[in-house]
């Protein structure tokens, strides 16, 4: 394991450039001006975060416990562009990489939103099962874990630290644009079999 950790870590970026790298920090820079215009309110990746995060339920509804189904929606929602990232991150493709990075992150802002709509539980709720029986999670969660009045306390910093891995991926980005030529060489495109 450490062999292979070592030969991605030694391997260079793919196709990374400085007019590559500045086309997603341009994209990286207007989507954070977008949310923070937004003040905590629904973005439009939002339509792609909440279908992952109802698949979750359904998908930790299998075990049969519970509270890992309500867990289960954030924890895919997360999962799935961390995954991504790994992935990416494996095959040193740079731009894929801080993209699903970013978007990692970026899940963070719309997950602090509904930790932080616990107690209120102002939000509308959607569910892929029976509406009667529709749950809050973070409702659920903050009181299984006795700290529900916390709620917009836990909020904030998650979405404190959503924006602080957004600026933080955008930053790496950018450091490692500095040291690419303007246009790189086009290199092998990994196509999976």
């Given at each position: 394991m450490r062999e292979y950790l070592s030969d991605i870590l030694n391997r260079p970026w793919k196709g990374n450039s400085r007019a590559g790298v500045a086309a997603e920090e341009i994209f990286f820079v207007l989507f954070m001006l977008y949310a923070f215009s937004q003040h905590g309110g629904y973005l439009f990746i939002d339509n792609v975060n909440l279908p992952i995060h109802e698949g979750g339920h359904l998908l930790f509804g299998w075990f049969g416990n519970h509270m890992l189904t309500i867990w289960g929606g954030t924890i895919l929602q997360w999962a799935v562009?961390?995954?991504?990232?790994?992935?990416?991150?494996?095959?040193?493709?740079?731009y894929g990489f801080a993209?699903?990075?970013?978007?990692?992150?970026?899940?963070?802002?719309?997950?602090?939103?509904y930790m932080a709509d616990a107690r209120a539980m102002v939000l509308p709720l959607v569910t892929v099962g029976n509406p009667d029986f529709v749950e809050h999670d973070w409702n659920s969660i903050f009181t299984w874990m006795g700290v529900l009045q916390y709620d917009t306390v836990i909020g904030g910093v998650v979405r404190f630290c959503g924006w602080l891995g957004m600026l933080g991926t955008t930053g790496w980005l950018a450091r490692k644009g500095l040291n690419s030529p303007w246009f790189a060489e086009p290199t092998e495109i990994f196509i999976p079999k």
């Open positions: 562009p961390l995954m991504l990232a790994i992935y990416f991150f494996t095959q040193r493709q740079i993209f699903c990075l970013f978007f990692f992150f970026e899940n963070w802002l719309y997950t602090a939103t």
